[in-house]
């Protein structure tokens, strides 16, 4: 089984993504895992990645689905594997075809997580963190006791440049643009089943469980 997680940052695809490698034994394949895999074994594609990510450039698409291809051919993906941040626009989407088409292995389900616009920005810009310990709050769904310090060192509770307003609506702006045409995409090839990612994580791992039994049936 070959599933892909796609939707917006702040969906939740990280927490669903643990759920299903875990209960349905799937090798996990995120770009950036893979990206630094690759590196640190020093494969030719690794090295190429290296050079562009040591220039601060993105790694072309043809490095990166290169990559890709040379994970799904690895043993561990020969029971099922989830796809998690790739592809991101339908260019890569094309060529992830290709590369199973000539891996013999095809797409079984894409979950679409749908969240609306103003959940995201809450969950994105809610997170906040100990400057003395590094501990994690988010102001509405785990909050400190006392606001703005932390429960267990007492330090100063901040936000992170990543989690601001502006650096957030930039994220989903792009997302927008990039990887929201997949959905249209994937629709038109019968293998986008969305889920209500507004839900709470049970919730939504339910539905999700749902979908994929169904279609191992």
């Given at each position: 089984?070959?599933?892909m997680?796609?939707?917006?940052?702040?969906?939740?695809?990280?927490?669903?993504?643990?759920?299903?490698?875990?209960?349905?034994?799937?090798?996990?394949?995120?770009t950036?895992?893979?990206?630094r895999?690759?590196?640190?074994?020093?494969?030719?594609?690794?090295?190429?990645?290296?050079?562009?990510?040591?220039?601060?450039?993105?790694?072309?698409?043809?490095?990166?689905?290169?990559?890709?291809?040379?994970r799904?051919?690895?043993?561990?993906?020969?029971?099922?594997?989830?796809?998690?941040?790739?592809p991101?626009?339908?260019?890569?989407?094309?060529?992830?075809?290709?590369?199973?088409?000539d891996?013999?292995?095809?797409?079984?389900?894409?979950?679409?997580?749908?969240?609306?616009?103003?959940?995201?920005?809450?969950?994105?810009?809610?997170r906040?963190?100990?400057r003395?310990c590094?501990?994690?709050?988010?102001i509405?769904?785990?909050?400190?006791?006392?606001?703005?310090?932390?429960d267990?060192?007492?330090?100063?509770?901040?936000?992170?440049?990543?989690?601001?307003?502006?650096?957030?609506?930039?994220?989903?702006?792009?997302?927008?643009?990039?990887?929201?045409?997949?959905?249209?995409?994937?629709?038109?090839?019968n293998?986008?089943?969305?889920i209500?990612?507004?839900?709470?994580?049970?919730?939504?791992?339910?539905?999700?469980?749902?979908?994929?039994?169904?279609?191992?049936?």
């Open positions: 089984m070959l599933i997680l796609l939707g917006p940052p702040g969906a939740g695809k990280g927490t669903q993504a643990e759920f299903l490698v875990k209960n349905y034994n799937l090798a996990y394949i995120s950036g895992e893979i990206l895999s690759a590196v640190k074994k020093g494969t030719p594609l690794g090295l190429k990645a290296k050079q562009y990510m040591e220039e601060g450039q993105l790694v072309p698409d043809d490095v990166v689905v290169g990559i890709v291809k040379e799904l051919a690895d043993p561990d993906c020969r029971q099922g594997a989830l796809l998690d941040g790739f991101r626009t339908v260019a890569q989407a094309q060529s992830l075809d290709q590369v199973l088409n891996l013999g292995c095809k797409l079984d389900a894409v979950i679409h997580m749908a969240v609306e616009e103003e959940e995201l920005i809450a969950r994105l810009t809610g906040r963190v100990c003395d590094g501990a994690t709050y988010h509405k769904f785990n909050p400190p006791k006392v606001r703005n310090v932390c267990q060192c007492g330090g100063e509770l901040s936000q992170r440049e990543d989690d601001s307003l502006a650096t957030v609506t930039e994220r989903l702006a792009v997302y927008k643009k990039q990887t929201e045409p997949l959905i249209d995409y994937y629709r038109q090839q293998l986008l089943h969305t209500d990612g507004n839900q709470d994580i049970d919730a939504i791992a339910a539905q999700i469980s749902a979908v994929l039994d169904k279609l191992s049936q």
